[in-house]
């Protein structure tokens, strides 16, 4: 019998002030732009959700998302 040791993690979701709080580096203002720009893929990435007219992001995926650089280029002129 072989027992299972993986330890399945649920996402932990925060609002966008709760984020903003516990992670200093990123601004309300800062996190709101992205999402009102590229908010379609943020989900598509899993690191944003909807819950009624709240957004909520999945702190685990944005983080790894920020240091992967998918937030290099939001808006503006590509370079």
Request: aromatic content about 12%; overall charge positive; hydrophobic content about 40%.
């Amino acid at each position: 019998m072989k027992l299972q040791t993986e330890r399945f993690e649920s996402p932990r979701f925060k609002t966008i002030e709760q984020f903003c709080t516990d992670n200093p580096a990123f601004t309300v203002g800062g996190v709101r732009h992205a999402i009102f720009f590229i908010g379609p893929k943020i989900e598509e990435a899993g690191a944003l959700v909807s819950f009624g007219r709240k957004r909520l992001i999945n702190e685990k995926k944005w983080l790894q998302l920020t240091a992967d650089g998918f937030f290099n280029q939001i808006a503006g002129v590509a370079k």
